[in-house]
């Protein structure tokens, strides 16, 4: 399995980006897939998943902000983020999760300013 995360850039305070995360390989509706963040100096932590049946969590940070979404004919999750904060500047990873397997994506930046 392989996962290619897009979509990051630099965005001012109160602006929105889309990630996109590509999976490829032997990848199926099965895997719960989601995405986490690490920002300089700080641990990864988990941002939003979305599991095989459809079922969606949030971390609190970015609840009411933040849609995910995923495109199983596609393979493809997604992240919308809206409302952006600074504290939401990181590295924005894809992961992809089936019984004991674990792939993540590489990274994709996200710089919010103001």
């Known amino acids: 399995v392989q996962l290619q995360a897009s979509g990051g850039g630099l965005v001012q305070a109160g602006g929105s980006l889309r990630l996109s995360c590509a999976g490829s390989g032997d990848i199926h509706e099965g895997y719960t897939m989601g995405w986490y963040r690490q920002a300089p100096g700080k641990k990864r932590e988990f941002v939003a998943s979305?599991?095989?049946?459809?079922?969606?969590s949030y971390s609190d940070s970015v609840k009411g902000r933040f849609t995910i979404s995923r495109d199983n004919a596609k393979n493809t999750l997604y992240l919308q983020m809206n409302s952006l904060k600074l504290e939401d500047s990181a590295v924005y990873s894809c992961?992809?999760?089936?019984?004991?397997?674990?792939?993540w994506g590489n990274g994709t930046l996200v710089t919010v300013s103001s």
């Open positions: 992961n992809a999760r089936y019984t004991f397997y674990s792939f």
């Open positions: 979305v599991a095989s049946g459809g079922q969606i």
